[in-house]
């Protein structure tokens, strides 16, 4: 019998990203959400909890992934209603508290599990993302190495600690990140400075902290609004960092550059290994360079580019390049694609693409083969040629008056997007070369 989980808050984000991930793996799962949309548990192909103190009590695994300031309510509710053996798991920011909750409101025959995944709901998968797990002694001894496992199996890196450590960690590795890249987009306002416009003048560096700062003023504001607001640690960091950019800023307006460096070179000792630091940004600042040169070296040349949100591909000749846009000629439109939603494909996934998507085109070549000779050897050998997509041998006669070879006809499926009677003609010439007689 499948082990059961009730996702609640199933139909949110992380909720819709789980959901899926815990069906794959057997789990029978079922969700709920506050906002009562059974369209969203439909399309994934779950039930929904319509009566959720039923499905809460019959329930193996409970996980709550609500937002930040409503979990500990949640929990209070629903612990008290859990089976005996069952295990009751959290998908929040911020751990004391949840974890507070859960020793206080679960039976003492419920486990307990906090849970922080360091990722959002935009990624494709477990593989390279942290999971932080913060297990109570004496109260997650079954259930622990389970979910460990489920994770670990899937790529996930595990790091487990104490739940006070935890919000000591976050609060400066997302509350203080966060907090500064904020008020970095908030700044700009401020200044009505136009982002687009400061683009045309941008180094890599720029680019990228752009991109980090859109990435977050993009994403739900109450989350981070939680996130800033609901882990007591966080405030410290502030009042740290505020004092921080006051002495900074009262060394420039005094222009004390030997006070500068001294800053500089002191944050730089406590970083620790800014070489490294250096190598990981080159690699990230080169990985954008590079993608930039191959679609420049591609112009004039064919390419297939993949729309990153919607999966969709293009193929077509490149026409045009800019550090913003790729203009694809498809032949019987010119397609311009924004360089930042795009990823090229390689030549092997291009040719795969074209395995799938493409109409290919069927011809018959009829040879007597050499005495001696394998029909089958000679099938692979016309596979060799790149352009052909399979062969198949249709027919065999030895019959023929006059000669003792075998005739054998192969049926070539030749790729859809080929002048088909140049890649038959190789073919043929090919044939004769290695002894064969075209019929």
């Known amino acids: 019998m499948n082990l059961k989980v009730l996702i609640i ?13 815990f069906k794959s793996h057997g789990y029978e799962v079922v969700v709920w959400g506050s906002s009562g949309k059974v369209e969203i548990a439909e399309r994934m192909g779950v039930e929904f909890a319509c009566d959720l103190d039923a499905t809460i ?20 509710e629903a612990a008290p209603k859990m089976k005996g053996g069952s295990l ?39 593989h390279g993302q942290i999971f932080i797990l913060t297990p109570i002694e004496g109260r997650c001894d079954k259930w622990f190495p389970v979910m460990r496992s489920l994770f670990e199996d899937n790529g996930a890196h595990i790091e487990v600690i104490s739940p006070a450590e935890h ?39 720029y680019d990228i902290m752009l991109d980090f ?19 007591p640690e966080v405030l410290k960091v502030h009042d740290a960092f505020m004092k921080q950019c006051g002495e900074m800023s009262s060394i420039v307006r005094k222009k004390d550059v030997e006070a500068f460096t001294a800053k500089m070179k002191g944050a730089a000792v406590h970083f620790g290994d800014t070489a490294s630091a250096l190598r990981r940004s080159d690699k990230l600042i080169n990985s954008k360079i590079a993608e930039f040169d191959s679609l420049l070296e591609s112009i004039g040349q064919e390419i297939g580019i993949m729309h990153t949100y919607s999966g969709i591909v293009h193929t077509g000749i490149v026409n045009k ?40 085109h069927l011809r018959d070549v009829s040879v007597l083969i ?18 052909v997509v399979s062969v198949e041998i249709i027919d065999r006669y030895d019959g023929i008056k006059g000669t003792s070879r075998l005739s054998v ?24 070369g290695i002894g064969c007689t075209i019929r």
């Open 321 to 360: 390049v800019t550090p913003r846009t790729v203009v694809l000629d498809t032949g019987s439109r010119m397609i311009p694609l924004k360089t930042e939603n795009i990823r090229l494909l390689s030549e092997e996934e291009m040719h795969e693409w074209k395995l799938e998507n493409l109409e290919h």
């Open 409 to 432: 006809t192969y049926r070539v499926m030749i790729m859809g997007d080929i002048e088909v009677e140049k890649v038959q003609q190789e073919i043929e010439r090919q044939l004769k």
């Open 9 to 21: 808050g199933g139909t949110g984000e992380m909720g819709q990203w789980f959901t899926p991930f």
């Open 213 to 231: 700062v859109g990435r977050i003023l993009g994403q739900n504001p109450y989350l981070y609004a939680y996130i800033q607001m609901e882990n």
């Open 167 to 205: 919000d000591r960690f976050v609060s400066v590795v997302q509350g203080l990140t966060h907090f500064a890249y904020i008020t970095i987009g908030t700044t700009f306002e401020s200044l009505d400075f136009s982002v687009n416009e400061s683009r045309r003048f941008m180094s890599p560096v």
């Open 370 to 387: 050499p005495e001696g000779a394998e029909p089958n050897v000679i099938t692979d050998f016309i596979y060799c040629n790149g352009d």
């Open 57 to 76: 009590s019959t329930s193996d695994i409970v996980i709550v992934t609500v937002p930040i300031n409503i979990t500990e309510d949640v929990i209070r």
């Open 88 to 126: 009751l798991m959290d998908f929040t920011s911020l751990k004391t508290g949840p974890t507070e909750a859960m020793k206080k409101y679960a039976p003492e025959n419920v486990e307990i599990l906090g849970t922080h995944p360091m990722f959002g709901p935009s990624i494709p998968s477990l």
